[in-house]
């Protein structure tokens, strides 16, 4: 999808409703993000969050740390005990953070997405679809703190001065080349392997979505469909 234009230049399957795996944690980023908390606001990280398992951010119960590196513990090394923490500091319970959700997917016209979880575990009920992902990750992407946080390749969490966490970005189309600035990585055994990139070189700016595809596969994928868009210009005709 052109990023500037939401103009989709090739897509196959775009409106078919998927298990979202961890690209739900893009929705929560940005509702987060709207909040409007100071970034600098300290937490205190509960048995909730811990208790959650698959990808991880590495917290413990008592950890006092601040929403800023919350943020970049659920989005590069997609910790799924970063997305309950932060939802629960927004919303106070999770419940209630996921209605923020799916309230704010109505508002962005995401007509195919529902959400049950900040982090996306497989639960029947929950999907998107690959046009709602680009769409949203074309939202997302105008706030510059969220298009700060998803192109940074690693982070270190320092607590008077001693490091206490240090993450890596999943994306590894980050590596590959500098016209990648991002977004998230996803992966369940319902979903599949998931990648949203966005590119940009000069003018030009693509944003694009593999839903349901193979580990191995995924970041080769990722890459061609990335070179297609920035070679395709956008104020031609494209078949959709």
Not at 5 to 11: N, R, S
Not at 109 to 114: A, E, F, S, Y
Not at 138 to 151: C, L, Q, S
Not at 189 to 215: N, R, T, Y
């Amino acid at each position: 999808m052109d990023g500037w234009t939401g103009q989709v230049l090739w897509a196959r399957r775009p409106d078919v409703e998927r298990y979202p795996a961890s690209t739900v944690k893009i929705m929560t980023a940005l509702i987060v993000l709207r909040s409007h908390i100071p970034l600098h606001t300290m937490v205190t990280v509960d048995q909730t969050a811990v208790s959650y398992g698959g990808s991880t951010a590495g917290l413990s119960i008592g950890e006092r740390i601040s929403i800023w590196n919350l943020l970049h513990g659920m989005m590069l090394p997609s910790g799924n005990d970063a997305a309950a923490e932060l939802a629960e500091v927004v919303g106070h319970t999770i419940p209630h953070f996921v209605d923020l959700m799916n309230a704010t997917a109505r508002e962005l016209g995401l007509r195919h997405t529902h959400y049950l979880s900040p982090n996306g575990f497989d639960q029947p009920g929950q999907v998107t679809t690959a046009r709602d992902l680009a769409a949203l990750t074309a939202v997302a992407m105008h706030n510059p703190t969220f298009a700060r946080i998803v192109r940074t390749r690693s982070w270190t969490v320092r607590t008077a001065g001693i490091p206490v966490h240090h993450w890596v970005n999943l994306d590894q189309l980050l590596w590959q080349s500098a016209v990648i600035n991002g977004v998230k990585t996803g992966t369940t055994p319902g979903a599949g392997a998931c990648l949203v990139s966005s590119a940009q070189a000069g003018k030009h700016w693509v944003i694009v979505v593999i839903m349901g595809d193979s580990e191995a596969s995924r970041f080769p994928d990722g890459w061609n469909l990335v070179r297609y868009g920035l070679s395709v210009d956008p104020a031609l005709p494209t078949a959709r």
